[in-house]
């Protein structure tokens, strides 16, 4: 259901709120039309700004907004939000109280005569899986159900464009991920263009087809959820998606020795020394004098699925995390040996990271 049209492109977009404090600083963005892209940065890096001057709210002190080829905003444009297509999801609290749930989805089909509202409303419900939920108020709805009705309100014009601001932010974490799963269906049989702006890398990786990582106002990657996690950018991005454990090494024809053990190098890795970045489940747990690398077990922490087990290795001054599956033959104060599976990236050191 992509639609070539939706194109979102935002180009060399910068806005400060006041003298030295600019927020963004010249940040590109292009979202297929019909992709589901997540803006994922520290809390502050300015999530809300953009998506507060994509929606049209705000306007950028510079830079350009296009969506499906038409100028939002840049070169003396500045078109009003209603006249953007464009549907929000705030993060919560976003229904009208006092209207009934059919209502608040049939809020934006003023323009349709009645049947057709009537219709419309009925299938955005459908799409949501909440048929039947028309007459209830929103206050009798759990929390998962308000935000599908939300996007559903959102969803019921036809927008090109889609701007989901932590709409999962109020849910616990039990609700979360399966309200986060029908969202992405709606929207993804909705055919329109996505943005989904959160600070729960677990969310963006989850969710989105592309994800955007935010660092001093400008985009540090942007990439698919797999690429990203791989192979990503510099250290603080690696950082930032996922555990990273990052290790002096040197490369040598293809593979890279670590104090760990050698591994190979992911196609297309350049640089000849500096630090490479494994993930915690790359590292595994071994008899004491079997891995290339002893240490001791210092904490452990279960997390059902698996469990962190956090082991001081014996030459290395920073400990390392090593994430085990299944039932642990180790308790704190054991000694093991490690080894690394895999593949890693080098990152030179010589890499600015800001
Ligand atoms: N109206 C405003 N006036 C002045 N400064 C502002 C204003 N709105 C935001 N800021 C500042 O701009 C920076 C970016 O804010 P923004 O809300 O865009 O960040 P964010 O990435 O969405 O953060 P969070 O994840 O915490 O919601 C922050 O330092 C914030 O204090």
Redesign the pocket.
């Known amino acids: 259901m992509t639609d070539p049209h939706n194109e979102l492109r935002i180009e060399q977009v910068a806005k400060s709120?006041?003298p030295g404090?600019p927020?963004l600083q010249g940040l590109d963005l292009t979202v297929p039309g019909g992709a589901l892209a997540a803006v994922l940065?520290?809390?502050?890096?300015?999530?809300?700004?953009?998506l507060r001057i994509v929606a049209g709210f705000l306007r950028a002190d510079t830079g350009t907004v296009t969506l499906g080829g038409r100028t939002l905003a840049g070169a003396g444009v500045h078109l009003p939000p209603e006249r953007r297509h464009i549907g929000i999801v705030p993060q919560e609290g976003a229904l009208f109280p006092h209207l009934s749930v059919a209502r608040n989805v049939a809020f934006g089909l003023r323009g349709l005569d009645r049947g057709k509202r009537r219709r419309r409303t009925e299938e955005m419900l459908d799409l949501v899986g909440l048929a039947g939920y028309g007459d209830r108020m929103p206050h009798e709805l759990s929390g998962g159900q308000q935000q599908r009705i939300a996007l559903a309100r959102a969803l019921a014009p036809r927008p090109a464009l889609v701007l989901l601001d932590?709409p999962f932010n109020a849910l616990d974490s039990a609700l979360r991920a399966g309200v986060r799963a029908d969202v992405r269906t709606a929207l993804r049989l909705s055919g329109a263009t996505a943005v989904l702006?959160t600070?729960d890398q677990q969310e963006a990786l989850s969710s989105a087809d592309l994800v955007a990582v935010v660092r001093n106002g400008r985009v540090a990657q942007c990439d698919t959820p797999q690429e990203l996690y791989r192979r990503p950018a510099d250290p603080w991005v690696a950082g930032f998606v996922g555990d990273a454990v990052l290790l002096p090494a040197t490369a040598d024809d293809g593979t890279v020795d670590t104090p760990l053990g050698s591994v190979a190098l992911v196609q297309g890795t350049t640089a000849a020394t500096g630090t490479v970045l494994l993930r915690p489940e790359q590292l595994e747990l071994t008899e004491p004098a079997s891995g290339p690398a002893t240490g001791t077990v210092t904490d452990i922490r279960f997390y059902g699925h698996d469990a962190m087990v956090t082991v001081t290795v014996d030459g290395l001054h920073d400990p390392v995390d090593i994430r085990a599956a299944g039932p642990l033959a180790v308790q704190p104060g054991d000694r093991t040996g490690i080894r690394v599976t895999g593949e890693a990236v080098l990152h030179s050191d010589d890499l600015p990271i800001s």
Not at 41 to 50: A, E, F, M, R, V
């Open positions: 709120y006041g404090a927020v940065g520290p809390s502050g890096c300015g999530k809300t700004t953009l932590e702006v600070h």
